[in-house]
């Protein structure tokens, strides 16, 4: 993991899952509006004193074999400011936001590791197909959400509804 953060500053994305080096390519502008969109309905639901928050990207560190970076992870708010990610469990949410560069890598390996490593909850947002996919710990299938999906995690009063068209609108 020392090694990969000594890559250069290219733009790639460099992970590591189980030894295996992940790089995909910069994230380009549609990937970034879909992740701001997403972040404007998230971290208002969370609250600014509620018991997770949002961070984009986010990072899940298994030293030394797996450094992953979600473009969006959500963690509950019992680590404080500056806790060390290797330190972190507990993830409620990962997001990846899949374009063409990424889709292969989002699906086929980092989707099942996420829910290995104990997130509770995995989102592929597909910019191809204009869906987000859901997975959850213990059922690793896929559930397709094209119209809107609800996210209830227990901590939460109320559940949380996501336009999913809204996430794609204007986009090509």
């Known amino acids: 993991e020392a090694v ?5 500053d290219d733009g790639c994305r460099y992970e590591l899952l189980n030894g ?4 995909t390519p910069a994230p380009g502008s549609i990937h970034q509006i879909v992740v701001a969109r997403l972040n404007q309905d998230i971290l208002p639901y969370l609250g600014n004193d509620g018991p997770a ?5 986010g990072e899940i560190e298994i030293a030394p074999k797996t450094l992953l ?3 969006l992870l959500v963690v509950p708010t019992r680590y404080r400011p500056g806790t060390q990610w290797t330190a972190m ?3 409620w949410l990962a ?6 560069g990424s889709r292969r890598y989002d699906r086929d390996y980092k989707r099942n590791a996420y829910l290995a490593l104990g997130v509770r909850e995995v989102w592929l947002v597909d910019l191809m197909e204009k869906c987000v996919l859901v997975s ?3 059922d690793p299938r896929d ?10 995690p227990d901590e939460m009063p109320e559940p949380l509804t996501i336009d999913c068209a809204r996430l794609f609108r204007g986009l090509p």
């Open 95 to 100: 997001v990846e936001v899949s374009g063409r």
């Open 136 to 138: 959850r710990g213990g």
């Open 89 to 91: 469990s507990g993830w």
């Open 143 to 152: 559930v397709r959400h094209a119209e809107r999906l609800i996210w209830h």
């Open 20 to 23: 295996m080096l992940l790089v």
């Open 4 to 8: 990969l953060r000594a890559f250069p």
């Open 69 to 71: 970076d979600p473009d």
């Open 53 to 57: 928050i949002a961070v984009s990207p």
